[in-house]
């Protein structure tokens, strides 16, 4: 969830701050490492219907989670970070089936995002412009191009990722409108046409680098078209704030969130939905042709379910929820916790990890 001018860490819109199919965050399935004592997941047994499962919450971890992915339900990852409280590193768990492992990534810059190719190709991306890169066995760091934070990212192949951000709060902070491209061997600043917007860039999802959607601050929807930058945020915005999270399913079928905002984008172009949220909505995630997950503030989770909306809102966990991953398999996964206050030195953060699917998953952390 940004935090749509204090940013609440930034968060709350993306949160922002201070909230596929294939692509950045379903990949879909390569095949993970590890195998579990866990029920769900691959090679897990059926154990009745599907629920939602409260794998950390209540100060079971010490920090703020802002961002899950993975390549299949036995290879899960999960980061975020201290967001400036003092005595904490930046968190990076994985999941392997059987347990949860700290990964001890470094650095106290919290991260906001995370997404690869494959369990060898990890990208993650957070406060200060920093950017992280893990091959399997060891992290790198990437030199700083931009102050910035980096809330997105998407990976289409080891040689094209992108990467956006920004500073909350409007056209006075700078630097906004920061788009990054990496094409195998360094990063490099993509400019927007025409004057500056001044708006903090908070997630980027497409089919690939010619398809490539980049959502933000006062509703601002960029569409790269080919070598060609379009703003489809419309006059006026479709959306009536932020927009946070941006995901979909295909070049005709995607979703943009924030705010109370729930954004379709079709052949012919955005409508924005007359579904009533009783919270914000952070975190979005096509998962098929009428599939997917929203997950927001106060506990917020829906699932589209053949078309309709099925609201989870009664189950736990009730905590602030600020991004949500389909794991290929019909298993959502969500991840948040206290992204909004603020920073405290030496002041633990809970954060939180749940799971919508059949079976459990372990729930030991290493």
């Known amino acids: 969830m940004i935090p749509v001018r204090r940013a609440a860490p930034i968060l709350a819109m993306l949160a922002v701050a201070i909230a596929g199919c294939p692509s950045e965050s379903d990949d879909g399935g390569a095949a993970g490492h590890g195998g579990g004592e866990g029920t769900g997941g691959g090679g897990g047994h059926d154990d009745g219907p599907p629920a939602w499962q409260v794998v950390f919450d209540d100060g079971a971890l010490d920090r703020t989670l802002l961002s899950i992915w993975g390549t299949g339900p036995d290879s899960v990852y999960a980061v975020g970070g201290p967001l400036g409280n003092e005595g904490f590193e930046a968190l990076a768990l994985d999941y392997d089936g059987s347990a949860w492992t700290d990964m001890h990534a470094g650095g106290t810059d919290t991260f906001w995002w995370v997404t690869g190719t494959g369990d060898d190709d990890l990208w993650m991306v957070g406060e200060r412009g920093r950017i992280t890169h893990y091959d399997g066995a060891a992290f790198a760091e990437s030199e700083p191009i931009t102050t910035a934070t980096l809330w997105g990212a998407v990976a289409f192949a080891t040689d094209d990722v992108w990467a956006v951000g920004g500073m909350v709060g409007g056209p006075s902070t700078q630097p906004d409108d920061v788009v990054l491209h990496f094409d195998g061997s360094s990063w490099q600043a993509v400019t927007l046409p025409g004057e500056p917007l001044g708006r903090a860039l908070?997630?980027?999802?497409?089919?690939?680098?010619d398809d490539l959607y980049v959502v933000g601050e006062a509703g601002v929807i960029w569409h790269k078209d080919g070598d060609t930058w379009i703003d489809e945020s419309g006059t006026p915005p479709v959306a009536t704030g932020n927009l946070t999270t941006v995901h979909g399913c295909g070049a005709a079928d995607v979703y943009a969130v924030g705010g109370r905002d729930l954004l379709q984008r079709d052949a012919t172009g955005w409508i924005r939905s007359d579904k009533l949220l009783s919270n914000d909505v952070n975190g979005v995630f096509c998962a098929g042709a009428g599939e997917a997950a929203i997950v927001g503030t106060g506990g917020l989770k829906q699932r589209l379910v053949a078309g309709t909306w099925e609201d989870d809102f009664t189950k736990d966990p009730h905590g602030n929820l600020?991004?949500?991953?389909?794991?290929?398999?019909?298993?959502?996964?969500a991840v948040g916790g206290d992204f909004f206050s603020t920073p405290k030195p030496n002041v633990a953060r809970n954060g939180i990890i749940a799971r919508y699917g059949k079976g459990h998953v372990s729930t030991a952390l290493q």
């Open 322 to 333: 600020h991004a949500v991953w389909g794991d290929g398999e019909g298993s959502y996964w």
């Open 202 to 209: 908070f997630k980027v999802w497409g089919t690939g680098s």
